[in-house]
C-alpha cells in the first residue's frame, strides 16, 4: 500500500507539531539533503509555459529513494478565485519503483520555501539582522515571516503589498504571535529603508523591478523568492551586479532566476558549496548578499521524505491501493476479471464504466 496524506491530514500533523517547530525540523532536513548534494540525480525542472502561467514537473532521485512533484503557477488565478501555486508530490523506492508516499504539496511547498530562505538567511545575513522588509504579503507571505522570526529572530517585519486587503490579511493572520511586530510601510521603499534583510515574494508574470539599486544600502541580505520562470523577475539587474549571489541549483537559476538578465558568465555560488564550507557566505559586514531562488527539487525531496517520516511515525493519512496487488506479476489483466465470465460486467459492476482505447 501507499501511504497518502491530503490536505486536512497534512494540516493537522503541521498543527500538532506546531509551525515553528515543523519549520526548524523542516530546515535541518533540507540542510542535511544538500550537505549530500553529490549523492543527487539533477535536472533543471521540465516546464509547459503559457502566456499566463506555467506548469511544472520537478523530479530528483539519489541511490535510494526518487521524488517529483507537480507544481503550478499561475498570477491571474487569484482573479478566478483558485491558488496561484498548487502542487502535489510522491516519494518511491529507486529499487522498485514502488510508490511509498503521495502527498499535497501546496501547503508544503509553502513551508519548505520558507524553511529554505530562513536556512540560507542563516549563512548569508549578518548575525545581528533584526529587521526585515517583506515586499509581496500573499499566499506564501505568513510562512515566511515566521520562518524568520523562529530560525534568525527577526522580530520587526515591515510590509506592503499593491493589493493592501493582502496586507491587511498577513497583519490579521500574524497579529497573536509573541515578539513579532508587524508594521505596515506605504510603499516598497520605505519598507527597505533601514531593513537587514528583504524578502520579495511577488507574483506577477513579468520582467518587475521591484527592488532597485537605490534601495540597497550596505551589508544588506535579500531573499529574491517570487521571480521563478523565464521573463519573471523581481530585482534589478544592477542589484545583482554589486552582490554576492547564492543560488540552488546553476543550470536552473540561469533560465528561471532573476540571473536570467545577465550574462551566462557572471559569477554565482551554489548553496551547496556554502552550507559544506568549502567557500564562505557573507565575507564582511557591509557586503550585499542575494539568494536568487527558484526553488529546487532537492528541497521537495526533503519535504516528502521529513512528511512520510511523520505520517508513519504518527499515523497520519492513510493507506490507498494506489498500485494493484500482485498476486501475478504476468496477470494484470486479471485484476479486473478475476473470475470467469464477462470481464466487461465484472468490471461495471466493481469500479463503473471503463472506456477501452486502443
Known amino acids: 500500500m501507499t501511504r497518502f496524506l491530503d490536505v486536512p491530514a497534512a494540516c493537522r500533523l503541521v498543527a500538532d507539531i506546531g509551525v515553528a ?10 540542510r542535511a539533503d544538500y550537505l549530500r548534494w553529490p549523492d543527487f540525480d539533477k535536472s533543471p525542472r521540465l516546464a509547459c509555459h503559457s502566456r499566463v502561467g506555467v506548469i511544472e514537473l520537478m523530479p530528483v532521485a539519489d541511490s535510494k529513494l526518487f521524488a517529483f512533484k507537480y507544481v503550478n503557477g499561475h498570477p491571474i488565478n487569484a482573479e478566478r478565485g483558485i491558488h496561484t501555486v498548487m502542487a502535489f508530490g510522491a516519494l518511491a523506492e529507486v529499487d522498485t519503483g514502488y510508490p511509498l508516499f503521495l502527498s499535497e504539496l501546496t501547503l508544503t511547498t509553502a513551508l519548505r520555501t520558507a524553511a529554505t530562505s530562513a536556512l540560507v538567511a542563516q549563512v548569508l545575513a549578518r548575525p545581528d539582522a533584526r529587521k526585515m522588509a ?5 499566499a506564501q507571505s505568513e510562512f515566511q515571516a515566521l520562518a524568520f522570526h523562529t530560525l534568525l529572530g527577526i522580530d520587526e517585519i515591515r510590509v506592503f503589498d499593491v493589493d493592501p486587503h493582502a496586507t491587511a490579511k498577513l497583519i490579521g493572520n500574524l497579529s497573536g504571535y509573541p515578539g513579532l511586530r508587524i508594521v505596515r510601510a506605504a510603499s516598497t521603499a520605505d519598507a527597505v529603508r533601514g531593513a537587514d534583510i528583504v524578502t520579495t515574494v511577488t507574483a506577477d508574470k513579468a520582467y518587475a523591478t521591484i527592488i532597485t539599486a537605490d534601495m540597497i544600502e550596505p551589508g544588506m541580505h535579500i531573499n529574491a523568492v517570487g521571480g521563478d520562470c523565464p521573463g519573471k523577475t523581481e530585482l534589478h539587474a544592477d542589484v545583482l551586479r554589486r552582490a554576492r549571489v547564492i543560488v540552488e541549483y546553476e543550470p536552473q537559476t540561469r533560465i528561471e532566476g532573476d540571473i536570467q538578465q545577465l550574462p551566462d558568465d557572471f559569477p554565482v555560488i551554489e548553496l551547496w558549496r556554502v552550507l559544506r564550507g568549502e567557500v564562505a557566505g557573507r565575507e564582511r559586514a557591509d557586503q550585499v548578499t542575494v539568494f536568487d531562488s527558484v526553488g529546487f527539487a532537492l528541497e521537495d525531496y526533503s519535504a516528502l521524505r521529513h512528511l512520510y517520516a511523520l505520517a508513519q511515525s504518527r ?10 496487488p500482485a498476486v501475478d506479476p504476468k496477470n494484470l489483466f486479471g485484476e479486473l476479471a478475476p473470475q470467469r465470465g464477462d470481464a466487461t460486467a465484472t468490471l461495471a459492476g466493481t469500479y463503473g464504466s471503463v472506456m477501452y482505447s486502443r
Request: charge should be negative; proline fraction near 4%.
Open 315 to 324: 499515523n497520519a493519512g492513510i493507506d490507498v491501493a494506489l498500485i494493484p
Open 21 to 30: 517547530r515543523f519549520l526548524s525540523e523542516l530546515a535541518d532536513a533540507i
Open 134 to 138: 517583506l515586499i509581496g504579503n500573499g
